[in-house]
């Protein structure tokens, strides 16, 4: 009896100070979810715009062996379902003049005047895009 007693107490003097921890954290909380959705819409804001501009590219200069939705046909590879850094990677191999596959030649004079902000841009619509 005596030691649930003392257990009680200690329950007791316990509280008010968790409940103030509790309390601080729960005044945080708005300021920290205001800057979080601040960081995500300023993250998507960026994402967005290279989306378009990527867009824009592939439809001028990769859509003729891509396809539309990224399936490619015959000896031109599909895009669709790899990774922003996986196209990235790709890109960067063929400005650089590196053979990936038996038909690189085509893509290494595709990329050759591909800034890096071209490929990041191409990447994010491609990645974003096909399935
Ligand atoms: C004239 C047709 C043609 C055009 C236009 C073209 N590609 Fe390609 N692409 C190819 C071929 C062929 C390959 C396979 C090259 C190899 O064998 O390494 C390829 C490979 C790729 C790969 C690597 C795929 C893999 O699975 O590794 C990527 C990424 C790619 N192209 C993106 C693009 C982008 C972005 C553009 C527009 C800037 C573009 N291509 C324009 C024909 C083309």
Not at 57 to 72: D, M, S
């Amino acid at each position: 009896m005596i030691e649930l007693h003392k257990a009680a107490n200690v329950a007791l003097t316990c509280l008010p100070r968790q409940l103030t921890q509790r309390e601080e954290y729960l005044m945080k909380m708005p300021l920290m979810l205001v800057a979080g959705a601040t960081l995500v819409m300023g993250m998507t804001d960026v994402k967005a715009d290279e989306v378009a501009a990527g867009e824009e590219r592939y439809k001028v200069n990769c859509v003729n062996c891509h396809g539309k939705t990224g399936k490619g046909m015959a000896a031109f590879p599909a895009l669709a379902g790899r990774d922003q850094a996986y196209v990235a990677d790709r890109l960067k191999k063929y400005r650089a003049k590196e053979k990936v596959g038996p038909n690189s030649a085509i893509m290494m004079s595709l990329t050759k005047d591909l800034t890096d902000e071209d490929i990041e841009n191409l990447a994010a619509y491609i990645s974003a895009t096909f399935q």
